[in-house]
């Protein structure tokens, strides 16, 4: 099925609900930002998988062991996570909705630990970078970098040595019975990561009002402009535009746009096939409810 | 001095020439793709500084201790290297040459080891990414992020244990006198690493022919697009566009551009101030030659 029949099929049974009970998978550990998130968006009310990977979280899609997957796609500090980009152009999947989580980092290690005996502090390279102004106040400690901060966490306590830290969040230092030894070491006081919510197919829940695309230009100077010309003929807000390299062709791209307006079923139709037409390959990502801090998600 | 004196400036002394024997530093160590992007690009006649991170090689070149930094900016497989951008715009120092560089991993193992002893595999996140599929025949293998790969040879060739390997490149190998057990392991066999040569100084070496900007939008819609129209009514061509959050502003963003076309003093000095009206911050990050194979750089 082409994504205008996709889109118009999901428009016949608008607004969908929430599956009851759903089986939400997410990247981490018990403790980790990604659990956090999926409870911020599924509330209680879902049976979480933790999975090791970005990509064993599509894999488990495919093989229709879970509903959804909530994977991190930008930091407000350190950028866009590049994985989940491609992931989500390889595997062709629907963002169906999003989520922020106000990460911030504690310093972890086992119960009775003293800053002055530490001397390896293991994290997420993430986790190293949003913590650096802190991190220099004590030059002398070797960082170790994890796949992620609360694997982190629970090797720290697996180890139990008063010379290991971990940075991570403050649940994980709860989860792993972590003494705390200082809060909130991230520099920047805004530091947010953006999940997100994604499913096999287009759903579409109430009051979706921001679309996100994939596309590759052809090769002529102004092709970028002609398409961003049209997000203005409409009068659509262009809020994020991100380019991935194609694997195949050295320093071609592929762009990632976000936009937001008064979006309708109408616009939408109108406007796809105005973009397919100028554009080498397209590939519609979701139409979702941007992510507000007082919204309940769809449920 | 503004951006538009100082460009006149080193327009009066174009076309300049590299200084002789140069002091040249790199993130890395002895054998990392860093150090072979400096000597392709100086050739042999220069004297390396290795530092141990990116913002390392920016420090020195405020100390005045070095004449140019060699710092990755971009791979063809996993993207752009969002620290290298950041530290461009935190610095302000300029661009006046690319590189490109082949990385092709290897799999390297002290003398004598077999394929089937190994347990742990170190390397930089990177090139674990890169090497995914050859990984995947291996997946008992514990792969453990290392801060860069030539500093994950040295560690396994110091470590000397029959159960340790690294991916790094063939002449980290031949440095530290490790066993090639696997050549090519990179999925992508046009694996390229872009890398920026930087200093204090705008310098313009011979056929310059590609600038770099970077720019903060008001927050209105159709900012973006007026933008591109003037590199449109330019005819230039637009060949990269990256953008990176703003660490004040949540979700605001700082772009980075790329363009080519046919470039002289007249189009900088006009095109310039009409972007520079149009944007809240505007910074110029150099004009250089790109990158060709067959070139012989500056020297």
Redesign the interface.
């Known amino acids: 099925m082409n994504t205008l029949d996709a889109l118009n099929q999901a428009f016949l049974v608008y607004p969908q609900t929430l599956k009851q009970k759903p089986r939400v998978a997410y990247a981490g550990t018990r403790g980790s930002y990604g659990e956090e998130a999926s409870l911020s968006y599924f509330k209680k009310d879902c049976q979480l998988f933790p999975f090791k990977t970005f990509e064993d979280v599509f894999i488990a899609l495919n093989k229709g062991n879970i509903d959804y997957g909530v994977l991190p796609i ?7 996570i ?2 989940v980009y491609d992931l989500l152009s390889q595997y062709q999947y629907f963002i169906v909705g999003e989520q922020e989580i106000h990460a911030r980092h504690c310093l972890l290690a086992p119960q009775g630990t003293s800053l002055a005996s530490i001397e390896e502090v293991y994290s997420h ?1 993430q986790g190293f ?1 949003q913590s650096e102004e802190f991190l220099r106040d004590y030059p002398q400690w070797k960082c170790i ?3 992620n901060t609360a694997i982190a966490a629970a090797y720290v306590a697996e180890q139990n040595n008063p010379k290991m830290a971990a940075i991570a969040s403050k649940q994980a230092g709860e989860i792993y019975n972590l003494e705390i030894l200082a809060e909130n070491i991230n520099f ?1 006081q ?1 530091n ?1 990561t953006r999940f997100v919510i994604i499913s096999r197919n287009i759903e579409l829940f109430q009051d979706p009002g921001q679309v996100s695309i994939a596309f590759h230009l052809p090769h002529r ?2 092709a ?2 002609e398409i ?2 049209i ?2 003929v409409f ?11 194609l ?1 195949k062709e ?2 071609e ?1 592929l762009f990632f746009i976000d936009f937001t ?1 008064n979006i309708s079923q109408n616009t939408l139709t109108n406007l796809i096939p105005i973009i397919q037409e100028k554009v080498e390959y397209f590939q519609f990502l979701g139409y979702y409810p941007p992510y507000s801090e007082n919204n309940d998600t769809a449920l």
């Open positions: 930008e930091n407000s500090s350190t950028g866009s590049a994985a390279p970078s970098p994890y796949y920047s805004t947010v100077p102004g970028l402009y961003i010309g997000f203005s009068s659509l807000n262009l809020c994020k535009i991100e380019s991935r390299p694997l050295n320093w791209y307006g």
